[in-house]
């Protein structure tokens, strides 16, 4: 009794899960709770087994009173708090799987509610016989939503009361020893706002909804019955404010694609569209023809294995799309590359599929890279590792990292075999000229690239400024300062320009400084020493080069070991530079000096100018 006087101004009232068995009269009587308006009761998961008379005999006017899973009440229980709320006005009220046992609901049992201005009722969670004509007469003046789960049948005429009802929530049809199918009438519902219809478990149904012109929510779940598909499709075409369809877990793989297509071609309105379980292998091209403001595509978990070029095409206002638990191995780019933010976002989850991380993929890869670096909205994006290869499980969609070769190897294998054996002719004739006639081409090429570097003309119109960049540590500058430019910038047979880090102007951030002169050079040279290997701010360099190499797709990089480091004291990247790059290995011994030099200059100026041998010769 006045458990809740102390408390000053209560106007809501939580209790969960507390074991209560009993609700006594006076439990909820308090000066806050008898005085105020508007106030919340929400008495959840609890074995209660008997209410009193007069318990919720409180305030006048009630915003909540929500039961919930409090299975052991019963109908009787529920007729007291039905008494106690006479005369009151609720706007929300819950009786929520409450163990209400009903061979036939009808308007005695709302009886008591008649004047109570109910808004919002939510009845699932129970079990009802028979819904009947009048059921929901006593609330018809004021009901705006209803949840209404576990049912047999509905009358025809049930809902014809229910002239302002604007959300109608349906589910949890009860399966009958009948193989007939039972109709349910939901036809001539002309403020129906949002339609919810739940068919999982349920036997044949027949859906009879038709003059629902306001609806701009439909959400048909869970069916396996062609036939209310095609009622739905009948719906969609004289529904034409409709802006959000949710078709889950209806088989529609079952559909040919001349129907998968009449479901949303041309929804000009559609604004979400969820088709997530349906077990889809493929997605006809049409299926989204038309769809021209559409921001919200579900396709969760289905069968999808490809997303080829252009699916997407008409989708100009997608902003959020879910690909999640398919078993996606490839997505072509030009699907994302549609995506438009909305309010600042761009959502895309593609978690729990079998990416081939492969060079087809590179395109979506270095998409996702850029969204996640750029600034201009937010990018919502969970981080997916690769499927296959297995050598790049442990790597991410979004940067795994591809040498050129790779990326060729098939175009070298198509060429190969649609030239056969012309081709191995050639080559092996190229082979024994090149091994016989090495030394007089290197000469004629170097000669020709030192004539050409003097008109410091660039390649591809490309901005570049210089021919090399310089990576080093400190403990390397006298021979960087003395040997090496020395070496490439003063030679006789052919000049370079190289820039590091004390040739860059001031002014601006380091790493600004060294990105641009990284970015406005041809070659990167890294002079790989101890110090070098250990040192953190070559790392920001390392990833420089590398980004500059998956945008430019040659070989740039070329590494200088000063000294013999064993490659367990050598970072991954470090080591993947070594192997995917050419390397030059220097020595105190003046003879492989020289042709540390020589080789050097023919690699910086390999190049510098792409002039075929024939051109030159």
């Not at 109908?75 to 009220?93: G, H, P, R, S």
């Not at 008591?112 to 006593?138: C, H, Q, T, W």
């Not at 040659?554 to 000063?562: A, H, P, S, T, Y």
């Amino acid at each position: 009794m006045d458990h809740f006087n102390k408390f000053e101004n209560l106007s809501s009232v939580f209790l969960r899960n507390c074991s209560i068995l009993q609700i006594e009269t006076g439990a909820f009587k308090s000066n806050s709770l008898q005085t105020l308006n508007n106030i919340t009761i929400n008495i959840e998961l609890n074995p209660i087994r008997y209410i009193e008379p007069g318990t919720f005999d409180l305030s006048k006017s009630w915003r909540q009173l929500l039961l919930r899973q409090n299975e052991n009440l019963g109908t009787e229980n529920i007729q007291t708090v039905f008494n106690d709320l006479q005369n009151k006005t609720v706007e929300t009220l819950e009786i929520k799987t409450c163990g209400i046992f009903l061979r036939e609901l009808d308007k005695s049992f709302f009886e008591p509610l008649r004047y109570s201005s109910i808004k919002r009722l939510n009845m699932a969670g129970n079990s009802f016989g028979i819904v009947a004509s009048d059921a929901f007469e006593p609330l018809a003046a004021s009901l705006d939503t209803l949840v209404l789960w576990n049912f047999m049948y509905i009358r025809k005429d049930t809902f014809k009361v229910c002239r302002h009802l604007r959300n109608l929530n349906l589910g949890g049809f009860t399966v009958t020893a009948s193989p007939d199918a039972r109709p349910l009438h939901l036809n001539n519902l002309t403020q129906l706002k949002i339609l919810n219809i739940n068919l999982k478990g349920s036997g044949y149904v027949i859906l009879d909804i038709y003059g629902l012109d306001n609806l701009y929510e439909l959400h048909v779940t869970n069916t396996y019955d062609s036939g209310i598909m095609r009622t739905v499709i009948k719906l969609l075409d004289t529904s034409k404010l409709l802006k959000q369809l949710d078709l889950s877990g209806n088989s529609l793989f079952t559909y040919p694609d001349n129907k998968l297509c009449q479901l949303s071609e041309d929804r000009v309105n559609l604004n979400f569209l969820s088709l997530k379980n349906n077990f889809f292998s493929h997605i006809p091209r049409c299926m989204f023809k038309g769809l021209y403001n559409l921001q919200n595509l579900n396709l969760r978990n289905n069968l999808l294995r490809i997303l080829e070029r252009d699916l997407f095409k008409d989708l100009h206002s997608l902003s959020m799309l879910d690909l999640s638990q398919n078993a996606i191995t490839f997505i072509d780019s030009s699907n994302v590359e549609i995506m438009t933010p909305y309010q600042g976002h761009v959502i895309l989850y593609v978690q729990n599929n079998n990416f081939d991380c492969n060079c087809q993929l590179k395109d979506l890869r270095n998409w996702l890279t850029m969204n996640l670096m750029q600034k201009r909205y937010i990018f919502k994006y969970v981080h997916v590792n690769c499927s296959t290869p297995s050598n790049r499980q442990t790597e991410y969609i979004h940067n795994f990292t591809m040498t050129w070769l790779e990326c060729n190897t098939k175009l070298v294998v198509e060429v190969s075999s649609i030239s056969g054996s012309l081709i191995l002719l050639v080559t092996v004739v190229a082979l024994v000229l090149l091994k016989h006639f090495w030394k007089d081409i290197e000469y004629r090429k170097m000669v020709i690239l030192a004539r050409k570097h003097e008109q410091d003309l660039n390649i591809d119109g490309l901005l570049i400024e210089h021919d090399a960049f310089v990576s080093y540590h400190s403990e390397k500058q006298l021979w960087v300062e003395n040997d090496l430019c020395k070496e490439l910038e003063n030679g006789l047979d052919i000049k370079f320009k190289l820039i590091y880090d004390d040739r860059i102007m001031p002014g601006g951030s380091l790493f600004t400084s060294l990105g641009m002169a990284i970015h406005t050079s041809r070659k990167i040279l890294f002079v790989v020493s101890r110090g070098w290997v250990k040192d953190g701010m070559n790392q920001f360099e390392v990833d420089m080069a590398l980004a500059k190499l998956l945008d430019d797709y040659r070989d740039m990089i070329i590494v200088l070991l000063m000294e013999h480091i064993p490659k367990a004291e050598m970072p991954d990247k470090v080591k993947m530079i070594i192997k995917h790059n050419n390397c030059f290995r220097w020595s105190n011994n003046e003879k492989k000096q020289a042709k540390f030099w020589r080789d050097l200059k023919l690699e910086l100026g390999k190049h510098h100018f792409e002039i075929p041998i024939q051109e030159a010769d």
